[in-house]
């Protein structure tokens, strides 16, 4: 009766279900919970890196003229930016704008 109530279950087991098969399950254990520990602190470390970066640097928008006036009777319901246009998408048409100065420039009519 020296034996640890650990040691009296691990004999208890072995007698039951075979000498190797306790040991190897104790050894999975302590790998499972050393790769958990080990993930763990890998996640920690990123999440740190991640939040300690300087943030990036912020865009400027591109240059916009002060007032685009539609056509009469024309609603947008959507508006693309491209290098040197805008497109206003209206109720049968597709407006292009001039970026610099809001001059319109182009209509397409949607079918």
């Known amino acids: ?3 640890t109530p650990e040691q009296d279950l691990d004999a208890a087991l072995e007698g039951s279900i075979g000498t190797g098969t306790v040991r190897y399950l ?3 254990v302590t790998a499972m919970t050393i ?9 920690v470390t990123v999440v740190v890196m991640r939040f300690s970066q ?3 640097e912020t865009s400027t928008l591109p240059t916009l003229p002060d007032q685009i006036t539609l056509p009469d009777g024309a ?5 693309t930016f491209g ?5 206003v998408v209206s109720d049968g048409d597709i407006l292009i704008f001039d970026r610099t100065n809001g001059q319109l420039t182009k ?3 949607i079918r």
């Open 54 to 56: 300087t943030a990036p």
């Open 107 to 109: 209509r397409v009519k």
């Open 26 to 28: 104790k050894t999975l």
């Open 75 to 79: 609603t947008a319901q959507a508006v």
């Open 83 to 87: 290098p040197d246009w805008i497109a």
């Open 1 to 3: 009766m020296n034996d």
């Open 35 to 43: 790769t958990t520990i080990v993930a763990l602190v890998v996640l």
